[in-house]
């Protein structure tokens, strides 16, 4: 399956992109843009700012999927957690997680697919969840590139249980049919 990546990681620290709205970081320390496929700005807030740590921001041109904003402000809420957020010692969201969890949903969603919950893992992870149309698919995002995936279809009784890798064909077609069932 061929698409286009979400975002792009640029370092602001030089403003070589040539974007006048970005704080002053100074020399310590840095800002990460993330340019984002029809897009006019996406950042994370600059972390010495008040208000959450991280902050992923999405001005997006024309009219964007009905997922992103409501995964965007999950993800938002996501990365606000403090350490120990459950009180039994959880790590805090790591936003190169957030990042590519939302960077997944572009790449693998169609505008028909309603929009996941975003859950918090203990482990500062991200998992994505659809218990609709008759599938039940939980996505859990450990690291970059370091997904499992659990799928029960209620309707044929398929399941499945995974680690998925850089072949995403097995998800893809998962989302492909709860698509299809709308």
Not at 67 to 79: F, G, R, Y
Request: net charge negative; aromatic share 8%.
């Amino acid at each position: 399956m061929s698409s286009l990546s979400l975002l792009t990681q640029h370092d602001v620290r030089r403003n070589s992109n040539g974007f006048g709205w970005f704080p002053d970081t100074g020399s310590a320390g840095g800002l990460n843009h993330y340019s984002v496929s029809g897009a006019t700005q996406s950042h994370f807030d600059d972390p010495r700012s008040s208000g959450p740590e991280y902050r992923i921001v999405v001005d997006y041109k024309g009219e964007a999927p009905r997922w992103l904003e409501p995964a965007v402000q999950a993800l938002n809420e996501l990365l606000s957690l403090p350490a120990n957020w459950d009180s039994y010692g959880a790590r805090p969201i790591d936003p190169k997680i957030a990042i590519f969890s939302l960077q997944l949903l572009a790449e693998m969603m169609s505008p028909t697919i309603p929009a996941p919950l975003v859950i918090p893992t203990n482990r500062g992870g991200v998992q994505l969840e659809w218990h609709t149309r008759g599938i039940d698919l939980e996505i859990e995002i450990q690291q970059p590139g370091r997904i499992s995936a659990c799928y029960e279809d209620h309707r044929s009784g398929d399941e499945w249980e995974e680690e998925l890798t850089s072949d995403l064909t097995r998800l893809s077609d998962t989302l492909l049919e709860l698509s299809r069932r709308g």
